[in-house]
Nanobody
């Protein structure tokens, strides 16, 4: 069973905002890095943001200044605040434990179902 459940996606107009959530089950959450990935239609999955166990964050160049990753270790939750959404942000968004603290594509678990974000006017 995949211990990741993403939520919070939807249809948003350009310039809008969304807050994605990821519930992580299992022990040890506070000890490992987490990440958000996305897969645009017809394209490969890509890493967009990571956060270490201590809260240090890293972002892909295309999302810097617009995306904010955060975590609540008491609740086993990871969040992605997305502001100033653009049509090119349209994708299925996934969270996962990351095997690397930096911006390195290194997912640990099998993928969850993801949450669809569609940016369109």
């Amino acid at each position: 069973q995949v211990p990741l459940v993403e939520s919070g996606g939807g249809l948003v107009q350009p310039g809008g905002s969304l807050r994605l959530s990821c519930a992580v089950s299992g022990s040890g959450f506070r000890t490992y890095p987490m990440a958000w990935y996305r897969q645009p239609p017809g394209k490969a999955r890509e890493l967009v943001a990571t956060i270490t166990s201590g809260g240090v964050t890293n972002y892909g160049d295309s999302v810097k200044g617009r995306f904010t990753i955060s975590r609540d270790n008491a609740k086993n939750m990871v969040y992605l605040q997305i502001d100033n959404l653009k049509p090119e942000d349209t994708a299925v968004y996934y969270c996962n434990r990351n095997l690397h603290e930096g911006l390195v594509f290194a997912p640990y678990h099998d993928w969850g179902q993801g949450t669809q974000v569609t940016v369109s006017s």
